[in-house]
């Protein structure tokens, strides 16, 4: 079981299973919720995957013409989980959420052409532009 909760602990998360991919993302809209950094999301299938707490939606279109479901801890403003409504079957969770971090490490950098000039990307990892394929 993996595990995780928002600063506050008002929500916990789990999943029965490992993440599917795990993605570092500089996309602009990313830049804003990572205060100044890109995000880690790691995608769950959401069959697999149950949290409890009182969440708050927002709901906008990201770069990639998706509309996008972003939901947050209203207690303490830790951003938790990303949904797109074109893929219900997967649920993307913010990487610091994570009980252990450790099981969080990202397999490729996307949305590269977003970020600004002094960005830490790492040079190991694959990277694209903008937007990957679907993750499943
Ligand atoms: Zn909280
Ligand atoms: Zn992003």
Request: proline residues 9%; aromatic residues 10%.
């Amino acid at each position: 079981m993996i595990t995780g909760k928002c600063l506050c602990g008002a929500v916990r998360w789990k999943s029965s299973e490992p993440p599917i991919a795990t993605r570092a993302c500089w996309c602009r809209d990313c830049q804003y919720i990572g205060a100044g950094s890109g995000t880690v999301g790691a995608a769950f299938r959401t069959a697999a995957f149950s949290f409890t707490g009182k969440t708050t939606d927002y709901s906008s279109v990201a770069d990639s013409g998706n509309r996008m479901h972003r939901r947050f801890c209203p207690a303490c403003g830790t951003p938790l989980f990303s949904e797109a409504e074109v893929r219900p079957h997967l649920i993307f969770v913010r990487v610091g959420t994570f009980d252990d971090p450790e099981l969080a490490k990202p397999a490729m950098t996307i949305w590269t052409a977003s970020a600004p000039s002094w960005a830490c990307i790492d040079e190991d990892l694959p990277r694209l532009e903008g937007q990957p394929p679907p993750a499943a």
